[in-house]
């Protein structure tokens, strides 16, 4: 968990330096490396969870996260990939549930929060081209995510409660590799 966290951090902090969260980027995934990083620190990638901390348009995200207590798990020196989004797509989220930000990161919902995380998250350093490629990723929920291109735009979800735009992709961290989404991915719950 503390390793799901720090590539969410990660990628946080790639994105906050690379790219702007604008409405035009949402509907055209742009590619992200993390070279002015690696300049500052060339031995050193940040954690995913670093990258999330430092960026403004994880802040929900984060806090999900901690909330979930999956920090430690994406801090951790285990290899992840995990499908961030942004701050947008937590208030989408709670909106669809008739909930604010505040509501949803409590008690009652706990699980929800924590069975929806593990669904952005999948074992090993998956590069965008192999996400694509392969039509589904295995998440740490233990179900599939599936993968597709419409409209020109690479995304990931499912039929059941649809799909995220990655907006960005292959985000460096020590312990992973981040794609940002304009949405929140919901598994399908039994």
């Not at 994406?74 to 669809?96: G, H, I, K, M, W």
């Not at 009652?108 to 998956?126: A, E, F, I, M, W």
């Not at 735009?165 to 992973?176: E, L, Q, T």
């Amino acid at each position: 968990m503390k390793k799901t966290l720090f590539f969410i951090v990660t990628i946080s902090m790639l994105s906050i330096t690379f790219f702007g969260c604008s409405d035009e980027s949402l509907n055209n995934p742009i590619s992200v490396n993390s070279s002015e990083l690696l300049q500052k620190n060339p031995n050193n990638l940040p954690t995913i969870v670093e990258i999330a901390v430092s960026d403004t348009n994880f802040s929900y995200l984060v806090a999900a996260v901690q909330f979930a207590n999956l920090d430690d798990v994406l801090n951790s020196n285990r290899q992840f990939t995990v499908f961030a989004p942004v701050n947008q797509a937590f208030l989408d989220l709670a909106a669809s549930l008739n909930l604010t930000i505040e509501e949803l990161l409590t008690e009652p919902y706990r699980d929800l929060v924590t069975s929806v995380l593990l669904y952005h998250v999948s074992p090993g350093q998956k590069k965008s081209q192999n996400v694509i490629k392969s039509g589904r990723v295995n998440t740490l929920f233990q179900q599939f995510a599936f993968t597709r291109i419409e409209n020109g735009s690479a995304q990931i979800g499912n039929d059941t409660n649809g799909y995220a735009n990655i907006i960005a992709v292959d985000i460096r961290a020590s312990n992973g590799i981040v794609h940002v989404l304009d949405k929140v991915l919901v598994p399908v719950l039994q």
